[in-house]
């Protein structure tokens, strides 16, 4: 079944305490990014990948990292942890980035910093 | 370059149609549609490539003016199951190529 899975899918952290959410996708697609939404705000980008070992900043990058060390694989890492970064957060992946792809998303992982 | 969306909630009894707009500043080149569901991911409804192109899934279509920048969902005859937050979303453009933009979200709340 092609799927996108994200662990884990509820945390409860403490501000400062560095955590990682994982990112699986088993369709053999390109691009994959990290989206945060937050009530009245949509989704909004953090990070994306075109490829293995190619990332860049979305639009709300500020206090995360991430890497793609492999075609399926795409954590995303948070240093230092804030209340400000705590929300809903989906791992979303398409065959590439050229117009109209599907997204496939995974089903959401919900942090709290406190 | 998030997109626009409008109205931002909206209240139906079965059986009544929705439009729900999608609007955007930049070049649009693509717009995808996605319904999530209290608590869940977003799920893919519908992508419109071609300006002038229309979608239908269902009761539910789309139509894209490329020229207007702006897109619109319609849902026809909805259905309790029609509820949700529906997103649209672009490609960014220009420096911002490889970006994917959406917009804040429309509530549709279907009542019996």
């Known amino acids: 079944e092609a799927q996108v899975t994200q662990n884990p899918r509820y945390l409860i952290t403490v501000t400062g305490k560095k955590l990682t959410v994982t990112c699986s996708q088993n369709m053999n697609h390109e691009y994959m990014s990290w989206y945060r939404q937050d009530p009245g705000l949509g989704l909004r980008q953090i990070y994306y990948s075109m490829n293995v070992e190619v990332t860049d900043k979305g639009d709300v990058p500020e206090g995360y990292k991430v890497s793609r060390k492999e075609k399926r694989n795409f954590p995303l890492i948070l240093e230092s942890p804030s209340p400000n970064q705590t929300s809903l957060y989906f791992c979303?992946?398409?065959?590439?980035?050229?117009?109209?792809?599907?997204?496939?998303f995974g089903e959401g992982s919900w942090l709290t910093v406190v | 370059q998030q997109p626009v969306q409008s109205p931002q909630a909206v209240i139906l009894r079965e059986g009544e149609d929705a439009v729900i707009n999608c609007s955007s500043s930049k070049a649009l080149y693509s717009v995808h549609w996605y319904r999530q569901k209290h608590g869940e991911a977003p799920v893919f409804l519908m992508i419109?490539?071609?300006?002038?192109e229309q979608k239908g899934h269902e009761k539910i279509s789309a139509s894209f003016n490329e020229k207007k920048q702006q897109s619109s969902l319609y849902l026809t005859a909805s259905q309790l199951s029609y509820s949700g937050t529906y997103f649209c979303?672009?490609?960014?453009?220009?420096?911002?190529?490889?970006?994917?933009?959406f917009g804040s979200g429309t509530k549709l709340n279907v009542k019996p």
């Open positions: 979303g672009t490609e960014g453009v220009g420096y911002n190529f490889n970006k994917f933009y």
């Open positions: 979303a992946s398409s065959l590439s980035a050229e117009f109209g792809n599907t997204i496939y």
């Open positions: 419109l490539l071609k300006g002038g």
